[in-house]
């Protein structure tokens, strides 16, 4: 894939499972940028901008996820949780073992409360069939967090989330080198490769790469 600033002489070349570096040394240049991948305005955007997939142009909304602030990962990113049940679905639909325990389960929970509503006076019977999809949702299925860990334990579940969505877009990350030490980078960039993302790391003149 490749990413076309506006103010910038050459394309960015992201290639999946090779994490790009790009420094901007022109702190306006920088801010302007910055502003622009947050924005998902594209060409329209303060600094234009636009993704491509070979000859296909994709949407900057629907082909990057923008990580403005690494200290707070967008989990709840939308191009990510509503995939979620779906990605569910679809690895029930390989395992048919599974899929029959959880709807013998399923129906024999409905039950147990039909006969509880036999002890009432009135009539009541499920109107809706089980749906796992709503099941999921209604329960709050989402990936685990935990604030207390290392910031790299943080940034290697999320990217790990970001894969298991299968999302095959491009991953925006802004100063996150300013958050890590040389081996922890280097453990994030090992884990970036393995995943086969496709991921930009964004920093500005400011950013002094770690010692250790």
Not at 53 to 81: F, K, M, Y
Not at 150 to 178: H, Q, W
Request: charged residues 25%; negative net charge; hydrophobic residues 40%.
């Amino acid at each position: 894939m490749n990413i076309v600033i506006n103010g910038m002489d050459q394309p960015v070349e992201i290639k999946a499972g090779k994490p790009t570096a790009l420094r901007v040394y022109n702190q306006a240049l920088y801010a302007r940028i910055c502003r622009s991948f947050e924005s998902g305005l594209g060409t329209e955007a303060l600094e234009p901008y636009s993704i491509w997939d070979g000859e296909t142009e994709v949407s900057p909304r629907d082909g990057t996820i923008v990580i403005g602030d690494p200290l707070d990962l967008p989990w709840d990113h939308r191009l990510l949780a509503q995939h979620l049940a779906e990605r569910f679905i679809a690895c029930l639909q390989e395992d048919e073992e599974t899929r029959q325990t959880i709807d013998s389960q399923s129906q024999e929970i409905m039950k147990a409360i039909e006969r509880i509503a036999f002890s009432f006076n009135s009539e009541y019977s499920f109107t809706k069939d089980w749906d796992l999809t709503k099941f999921i949702k209604l329960f709050g299925l989402e990936p685990e967090q935990d604030p207390g860990e290392p910031y790299i334990d943080s940034c290697i579940r999320f990217t790990e989330y970001i894969a298991d969505m299968g999302f095959k877009g491009v991953i925006i990350f802004m100063n996150l080198g300013l958050f890590l030490t040389k081996s922890e980078l280097k453990t994030f960039l090992d884990t970036i490769i393995f995943l086969n993302l496709n991921v930009l790391l964004l920093e500005g003149a400011s950013y002094i790469p770690p010692k250790g």
